[in-house]
């Protein structure tokens, strides 16, 4: 990806981004409130290419606002790398350690994602596949989740699909064999997650990246989370 081309985060680009991004920490997939505290970094200069990749989606069933990219370190925009993960074409490796998800594509290269991954305790490794995933989904959090989180008991049932829905824009469903880990890579709009561990477990991507890799991966497709 090149980075020559630098152009500043408008100041409306931002506003958009973060007026969108305030409520969406629940899940299965939730996240701890120390976070919050936590000092952002000064905003960075963001190439015309990374503004066009995380833009808006308006053509999306629930409109995605722009990501406030500038906000992350740009070692976690998507980029295209060449293929370190050792797996062979058509695999998603999720980089627990350095935080980030890699779909590995021919000709030895690779699409790298920034990811928030499972915070201690609820972090997971080992191998299986991608059974299927959904557009906009429903979530329903386990059962044993909503007895931590009694807050969750609204939606004990399923909350319904949008913007504000822990699953977010997508959801990528991970098996082992024929079993359904509970486990999922899913969307998540706010970039103080992203290079974090602080979900229950799940891969979280920012919209536009999850947008991306879903459209990437076939049913079936093997993935492998290393630890």
């Known amino acids: 990806m090149s980075i020559a081309l630098n ?6 680009a931002v506003m958009a981004g973060l007026a969108s991004a305030g409520a969406l920490a629940l899940a299965g997939c939730t996240t701890t409130g120390s976070r919050h505290t936590e000092t952002m970094p000064e905003p960075v200069v963001v ?8 833009g808006p989606r308006l053509d999306e069933e629930f409109p995605v606002p ?21 797996e062979p074409e058509g695999t998603v490796v999720v980089d ?3 935080r980030f998800l890699y779909w590995t594509m021919p000709d030895g290269r690779a699409m790298r994602y920034g990811a928030g991954i499972g915070r201690d305790g609820f972090a997971w490794s080992g191998r299986g596949h991608i059974a299927y995933g959904r557009k906009w989904p429903v979530w329903t959090p386990p059962g044993e989740m909503v ?23 997508r959801a990528l469903y991970i098996h082992k064999g024929n079993v359904d880990t509970i486990y999922r890579i ?12 602080v979900s229950s477990g799940c891969v979280r991507l920012l919209f536009q990246d999850v947008i991306d890799l879903y459209d990437r991966v076939t049913w079936g497709s093997p993935i492998v989370v290393l630890q």
């Open 147 to 169: 007895d931590r989180q009694p807050e969750l008991e609204i939606y004990r049932n399923g909350q319904p699909p949008g913007l504000d829905n822990a699953l977010g824009a």
């Open 47 to 54: 190439p015309i290419d990374v503004l066009a990749m995380y």
């Open 96 to 98: 627990t350690p350095n």
């Open 186 to 197: 899913h969307g998540n709009m706010d970039v103080s997650t992203i290079g974090k561990a």
């Open 66 to 86: 722009a990501a406030p990219i500038a906000q992350l370190d740009p070692m976690f925009w998507r980029q295209e790398v060449a293929n370190v993960t050792g």
């Open 7 to 12: 152009a500043t985060l408008s100041r409306r």
